[in-house]
C-alpha cells in the first residue's frame, strides 16, 4: 500500500506563504518514491504580499485557498486530517511557514502554533 | 555561455493562470540542462477563479503580479522583453495560456493572441 505524506501548506508564494518551487518538488519527490501527497492547509485569513514589488498590499487572502492552486484543488482543512491517516508530514519553507502555521516572523522566541498544526504534530509523535 | 530559455507565465495557478507544477518542472528542467530561464509575463487584469472550489470569484488580479509568486520576483514585462536575448521560448499550460496569453478560452477559433505575446513570437520566428 502506498505511504501517505502529508504535505502542509501555508499559501501560494514564498513571502506570504509556501515557497511555490519547495512546494512542486516536494510534491515531485513524493512522487517519485511511489508515495502519496496529502495536501492540507488551514482555513484562515493572511497578509497579502505583493511578489513583484515585495510590498504588503493591506489585503488579505485565505491560506486555504491559496494552497489549492498548488494542489490544483486536491487539498484538505488541516483541521479534517488525523494522523492516523497518515505515515509523515512535511512542512515545505516559505515564509509562509512562519506567519501563517505560528507567528515566529512578529513574535520569535515568543511564538505560538496554529493551534491545528500543533494538534497534528502532536498526533503524528504520539503514533511515533 | 548559457543558453536563455524566455518562460512565459500566464498568471499562478491552473484555473485562470499557469498550471503551477508545469511552471516549475519548466523552471527545473531548464536549470538542469544548463539554461537559464527568463520569466516574463502580461501586465493585464485577470478574472480570479477560486482554487478551492473551481468557481470564479468575480474579482480581478494582475497577470504579471501573480506569475511573479512563481518566479518569486524575477520576471520581466513580456513587452520589454526583445527576441536577440533569448534562444528559445517556453509556455507552460494551463487555462491562463488561453484565458489570458490569447483569448481561445472564450473565442475558439475566432480567438486573437495578446499582441505582446504575438510580437515576441513573430520575432522569435524572424531570428530563427
Redesign the interface.
Known amino acids: 500500500m502506498k505511504k501517505k505524506v502529508g504535505v502542509v501548506l501555508s499559501g ?3 513571502y506570504d506563504g509556501s ?3 519547495e512546494a ?2 516536494t ?2 519527490a513524493i512522487d517519485r518514491n511511489g508515495a502519496e501527497a496529502v495536501c492540507m492547509a488551514p482555513d484562515m485569513e493572511f497578509a497579502e504580499v ?3 514589488t ?1 510590498v504588503a498590499t493591506g489585503g488579505t487572502r485565505n491560506v ?3 494552497s ?3 494542489a ?2 486536491k ?1 484538505s482543512d488541516i483541521k479534517e486530517v488525523r494522523a492516523e491517516g497518515l505515515d509523515a508530514v512535511v512542512f515545505p519553507g516559505g515564509y509562509g511557514a512562519a506567519k501563517n502555521l505560528c507567528n515566529f516572523a512578529e513574535k520569535g522566541a515568543e511564538a505560538a502554533i496554529h493551534p491545528e498544526v500543533g494538534r497534528l504534530l502532536r498526533e503524528m509523535a504520539a503514533a511515533k
Open positions: 501560494c508564494g514564498v515557497e511555490i518551487h512542486v518538488l510534491l515531485l505583493n511578489h513583484l515585495g486555504l485557498v491559496e489549492a492552486r498548488i490544483r484543488g487539498i
